[in-house]
């Protein structure tokens, strides 16, 4: 059993692929030497970008923890965001499906979110979508901008879902606070009655 194992493992070894560092293709074993590569980028840029990598300024990840994710067009202004197209779109097409959507739930119905997920969810799918391919970055200050619009006009009257329970008047709640304490001295009294009547007792007899 040794025996095959090591067979399958030098079958695998030799038939595995050596990856070119340069331009990330798989050439089979033995086909390409290291130096035979020439790269598509000229040796000034290949050093100044590694150079960017060893020093790690090329990072571009944002957090959820970074509130600059609302300035990404601003830092990456090579994205080419098309602004009108956006506010154009988001209102003819996602924008437009909702809002058929919402009048065939009904108003009354509006501030039941079972009633109104699915269609809520269908648009902000589509404006993700709608970003991506005009190339602006999502969420971004006009896609916020329409959803204030939408919630202005469909969800205005949902600010309270259920009523808030009040609080007690303060004559109220000074009366149910004072009447078990009140209760505490008489019952205080009575057990002390209680024990003193039975300690008279057992020294009569």
């Given at each position: ?40 980028l ?25 509130k ?18 956006l506010?154009?779109y ?50 971004n ?29 303060d ?35």
């Amino acid at each position: 059993m040794f025996v095959y194992f090591s067979l399958v493992l030098t079958g695998v070894d030799e038939s595995q692929t050596k990856i070119d560092p340069i331009n990330s293709k798989c050439f089979p074993a033995g086909t390409v030497e290291p130096g035979n590569v020439t790269s598509s980028l000229s040796k000034d840029e290949r050093s100044r970008i590694e150079a960017e990598l060893e020093n790690n300024q090329t990072s571009t990840n944002i957090t959820e923890d970074d509130k600059t994710f609302q300035d990404q067009e601003v830092h990456f202004s090579f994205a080419h965001c098309n602004r009108e197209a956006l506010v154009e779109y988001s209102h003819t097409i996602c924008g437009k499906v909702f809002q058929a959507e919402m009048l065939s739930v009904g108003a009354e119905k509006w501030c039941v979110l079972q009633n109104v997920i699915r269609p809520y969810t269908f648009m902000t799918f589509c404006l993700e979508e709608l970003s991506n391919m005009v190339s602006c970055y999502y969420p971004n200050p006009d896609i916020q901008d329409f959803f204030l619009e939408m919630h202005a006009l469909y969800f205005h009257n949902c600010s309270q879902g259920e009523l808030l329970l009040q609080e007690a008047p303060d004559g109220l709640a000074i009366g149910l606070t004072l009447i078990p304490v009140s209760l505490i001295p008489a019952l205080v009294y009575l057990v002390v009655r209680k024990t003193n009547s039975s300690t008279t007792r057992l020294k009569l007899s």
